[in-house]
């Protein structure tokens, strides 16, 4: 099977800008999770998606938002982007509930 | 609330040497922990989960209920080992699964 993944790899944007990343699960898999990781506080949870519906959110402001279709692709968004929001953010997939999470590669978001 | 604690930033040991990266929780449920590794340049990938209690590239980890750890462990270290090492708490909130990391050990394995 396909591993998870994600696009694009990089990107670079200016504050005050919007931004869209993709992820593709590994076929099978309906839940998709999203984290964000950086050197100062490593890998937060951000969202997670089962079925079209999120489930669960992180500690994040309303400027990340998120969206899984019906085929569990998932989008997630970042609006009026922040200095602080550089970072590589990963996208995750599980068949089930409590089982193992499959990462992508991450897209790497510079915000100058 | 749920918390991963890796107390080591950075790990250097000779090649050839026993390793041992901790790792420490808190959690009021019943803990289902996992070691993710990542190579340089490469993804995050499941080095090996608890409840498998599987051996993957020589590495183990036993749950301590009692002390709270789940200390990974290998006897002797290969530079191939080298990497960035998370400890991870799956926990159940708010109708899903989601994970808790740890800030991450780098092992750094010297020839």
């Known amino acids: 099977k396909a591993g998870v993944t994600q696009t694009p790899r990089y990107l670079i944007k200016t504050r005050g800008q919007q931004v869209t990343l993709s992820c593709s699960p590994i076929s099978g898999h309906r839940s998709v999770s999203w984290y964000q990781q950086t050197p100062g506080q490593g890998l937060q949870f951000l969202f997670e998606?089962?079925?079209?519906?999120?489930?669960n959110k992180g500690n994040f402001p309303g400027r990340f938002s998120g969206r899984q279709f019906s085929n569990s692709r998932s989008e997630m968004n970042v609006s009026t982007l922040e200095l602080g929001d550089s970072a590589l953010y990963l996208c995750?997939?599980?068949?089930?509930?409590?089982?193992?999470?499959?990462f992508g590669p991450g897209t790497r978001l510079t915000v100058l | 609330a749920q918390r991963v604690t890796q107390p080591e930033k950075l790990l250097s040991v000779f090649k050839g040497a026993p390793v041992e990266l901790k790792c420490n929780y808190s959690y009021s449920g019943s803990p289902e922990l996992f070691w993710y590794v990542q190579y340089s340049r490469q993804r995050l990938q499941l080095l090996l989960r608890?409840?498998s209690r599987e051996s993957i590239k020589g590495f183990t980890a036993d749950l301590n209920k009692g002390e709270t750890s789940f200390h990974l462990k290998k006897p002797f270290a290969q530079e191939e080992d080298s990497a960035m090492y998370y400890c991870?708490?799956?926990?159940?909130?708010?109708?899903?699964?989601?994970?808790?990391f740890g800030k991450g050990t780098k092992l750094s394995v010297i020839p």
């Open positions: 608890h409840i």
């Open positions: 991870a708490l799956l926990y159940s909130g708010a109708g899903s699964y989601q994970l808790t």
């Open positions: 998606y089962f079925s079209e519906t999120q489930r």
């Open positions: 995750a997939s599980t068949s089930g509930d409590a089982d193992t999470q499959y």
